[in-house]
């Protein structure tokens, strides 16, 4: 059946369809307002930049009393990024122009990798570290953000896997034990050893310096691992002791050699005090010759 409608029926049909479609717009329009605002927070994506205002704001720098900071990041350098944080003044007098100066609050240095904060406004070759929230890098991607190439973190122990010898260390307890005439049981209680092998993760620290045919554990010092390289199949037996912290030596000491025409031995105490002993053979006793320790800094360090 074919219906046909006058002209007044179908202006009323228009003008009814257009109050439903803008009904329609108007309350999707109100529910959008309605949103929660943590979820639009959650949807908006943040800039380096941004990333940089907020570990500045959470941290414990001291702003001067100014409130209404600015950040701005001068640059980047591999994992470092350099910010600058200011204030803007307008110091015109005619209310009309503006004239803007910028007083510098402090610089200051974020290491993504390491996660750590410093301000190097004063001193930058002895930067303050400064406290902050480090879940703003956690919980953002900030090596994508910021275009930085993220390191794989190297642990160089683990208190789990690691057998660590026994302190403290006598060179001439060691030597029976370990070399000759050789107590097997005796040597793995007291001083674990491991054989050196050139595709061995811990090679990539010791690099061209040092080539042991094994190496020990001693107990960790603070965050300091404290390491003896053994060097026994050549005809010149050395010893050297290294401190390592993370993937980085930061010292090193020749505490052992014995090369047919004399002897150098050592005693290492459970406080990490490490006498040298001197002798030209077995058969003499030892004669003291220098004593080192390990200071808060991991360096090992002659006691005058």
Known sequence: MKVILNGNEMRLIIISLSLI??????????ESNDLPKNVIAKNTKLTCEDIAYQIVKSSNLELR???DFLTQI????GDNI???????????EDPK????????IAWLSLNVNDNKLFNTTADPDNPIELNFDKKILSENDVFSLCQIVKKEKKEVVSNQAIKYSILPI????YYKACVNPYDSIQCNKNYPKYFYK????????????????????????????????????????????IVLNNDKIISSLEIGIMDGGSIT???????????LYKRKNTTEKNVFFKSYNIDKNGSIVEIK
């Open 21 to 30: 479609l803008f009904s329609c717009k108007d309350f999707k329009t109100q």
């Open 65 to 67: 009393g100014q409130k």
């Open 74 to 77: 001068d640059r980047i350098e």
């Open 82 to 92: 350099t910010i600058h944080v200011y204030i803007e003044n307008n110091i015109s």
């Open 97 to 104: 122009t503006k004239q803007i100066v910028e007083s510098t």
């Open 170 to 173: 006598d060179f001439d307890e």
């Open 198 to 241: 050139e595709n061995d993760a811990i090679a990539k620290f010791f690099g061209n310096n040092f080539h042991p045919s094994d190496y020990m554990y001693l107990p960790k010092l603070n965050d300091y691992q404290p390491i003896i390289l053994c060097n026994t199949d050549s005809d010149t037996e050395s010893y050297d002791l």
């Open 265 to 275: 031995q050592f005693v290492i105490s459970k406080d990490y005090k490490i006498n």
